[in-house]
C-alpha cells in the first residue's frame, strides 16, 4: 500500500534549498570605517605645497644699541618683506628651507648727537620651517622658523652698518583653498649691524604651488 508525499516533502523534493543571501553588513561596516577615518586618509592633503611665497607687511619694534652717543628713541615705519619656503612633507609633517628678504625705514632720535637720522635696513635671512598640518586637514597649519641674517644699514647720518644675526618665530597659514593662505606671524631678531634687536608682527599673503 503506498501512501502519497506529504506536500512539505513534495516541496523539497522539488525545489532545492537556495543558498542564503550574503549579509550586507560588512559593506555597511566598511563604509561607516572610511566616513570615520580622517580626510586627508580618504582624499589626501589640500595643503600639499612643494613651495611657497609670502607677500606682507609688518610692524617692528626696533632697538639700536646704539651707533649714536646716548640713549635713543626709534621712530619705526611699516616694513615690508617676501619669504620663500621649499618644502618636503612626510605625513602630518613638513620640512622647509626657507629665504626671505625685507626692508625697515627708521627715525632715530638720539640725545647724544642732538638730531634726527633716517634709517633703511635691508635684511636677508636664510633658516629652517617645520609645518604641522594636523591629521585631519585643518584650514590652519602652524609653522615654527629660525635661521640667520645678514642686515645693511644706510643712514643719513653715522649710522652705515652692516653685520650677522640670528631670528626665530613662527606663525600660521589660514588656508583659504588649496593654493592660498593668510599668514599672521610673529618673529624676533638680533642682529651685529648697530647692535639691532627687534620683534615684528606681520601679515602676509602666501601662495603655494
Do not use: C, H, K
Amino acid at each position: 500500500m503506498f501512501f502519497a508525499p506529504a506536500p512539505l516533502f513534495l516541496s523539497l523534493a522539488t525545489s532545492p534549498v537556495p543558498l542564503s543571501t550574503p549579509s550586507a553588513e560588512p559593506v555597511a561596516l566598511a563604509a561607516r570605517l572610511a566616513a570615520a577615518a580622517p580626510q586627508e586618509r580618504r582624499y589626501g592633503y589640500a595643503w600639499n605645497p612643494n613651495w611657497v611665497v609670502s607677500i606682507g607687511a609688518y610692524q617692528s619694534e626696533r632697538d639700536f644699541d646704539t651707533f649714536l652717543a646716548g640713549p635713543s628713541d626709534v621712530d619705526q615705519d611699516l616694513g615690508y618683506a617676501a619669504d620663500v619656503v621649499i618644502y618636503n612633507w612626510e605625513g602630518e609633517r613638513g620640512m622647509g628651507l626657507e629665504f626671505g628678504l625685507a626692508r625697515t625705514s627708521s627715525t632715530v632720535s638720539s640725545t647724544g648727537v642732538g638730531t634726527d637720522y633716517d634709517v633703511d635696513s635691508y635684511r636677508l635671512s636664510v633658516g629652517f620651517r617645520i609645518a604641522d598640518r594636523g591629521p585631519d586637514d585643518p584650514i590652519w597649519i602652524p609653522f615654527a622658523r629660525v635661521g640667520g641674517t645678514y642686515q645693511r644699514d644706510e643712514s643719513s647720518g653715522p649710522g652705515d652698518a652692516d653685520g650677522f644675526g640670528w631670528y626665530v618665530g613662527g606663525g600660521v597659514d589660514f588656508r583659504l583653498g588649496s593654493n592660498f593662505a593668510l599668514t599672521p606671524s610673529l618673529l624676533y631678531g638680533e642682529n651685529q649691524a648697530n647692535n639691532t634687536t627687534e620683534w615684528q608682527f606681520g601679515l602676509f599673503g602666501t601662495l603655494a604651488f
